[in-house]
C-alpha cells in the first residue's frame, strides 16, 4: 500500500500568457495543497530573456519520484515548451524540487534539486509555503536571481500584463 508523501515543485514561465500557464499547470496537479505567492524574477544564466513568474506548490502525493517527474514534463508538453537553449526561454518549466525522505542522484533526477539553494526564485516561494524549511547552503545574499513578490495566483487577471 502506498503512502503520501509531502513534495514541492517549482513552476516557472517567461513566454507568452505567463499567469494563464502557471494558473493551467496547477488546475492540472493532482493532490494539491498550497501554492505559494507568484515572484517575478531575473532570469538566471542562459541567453538574454525576459522576466520569469514563478511559484512552488506543495502536493501530498502517491506519486514516486518518476512519476512526478513524469508530471512535471506533461505540464511543460500542455503549455507546449520547446526544449532547444539549455536555460532559454520558456512557457512553462517545472522542476521536481523536494520530496519527503527522498534522496537521490541519478542521471535525469536529483532529490533535493541540487541546485535549489542557489536560486531566490525557488526558495522564497517555498518558504512562503513553509517558513521553517530548512534549505541546506542557501544564503539569500548570495542566491542568484532578485525577486519581486507580486500577489496570489488566482488574481482577476485575464491575460498577462
Request: hydrophobic share 40%; charged share 30%.
Amino acid at each position: 500500500m502506498s503512502h503520501r508523501r509531502r513534495a514541492f515543485l517549482g513552476l516557472g514561465t517567461n513566454l507568452g500568457d505567463r499567469w494563464r500557464y502557471l494558473r493551467e499547470a496547477v488546475k492540472a496537479v493532482p493532490d494539491l495543497v498550497a501554492v505559494s505567492p507568484v515572484y517575478e524574477t531575473e532570469p538566471v544564466g542562459g541567453p538574454e530573456q525576459g522576466a520569469f513568474l514563478n511559484i512552488v506548490i506543495e502536493l501530498h502525493t502517491e506519486l514516486g519520484p518518476y512519476e512526478l517527474l513524469a508530471l512535471c514534463m506533461r505540464l511543460e508538453r500542455s503549455a507546449g515548451r520547446e526544449r532547444r537553449v539549455r536555460w532559454g526561454p520558456r512557457t512553462l518549466d517545472v522542476d521536481v524540487l523536494w520530496v519527503d525522505g527522498v534522496e537521490m542522484a541519478e542521471d535525469d533526477l536529483t532529490i533535493p534539486h541540487p541546485r535549489m539553494h542557489l536560486r531566490n526564485f525557488v526558495v522564497r516561494p517555498l518558504l512562503d509555503l513553509d517558513p521553517g524549511f530548512v534549505v541546506e547552503n542557501y544564503d539569500p545574499e548570495t542566491a542568484f536571481g532578485s525577486v519581486e513578490r507580486l500577489g496570489a495566483l488566482d488574481r482577476a487577471l485575464s491575460s498577462d500584463e
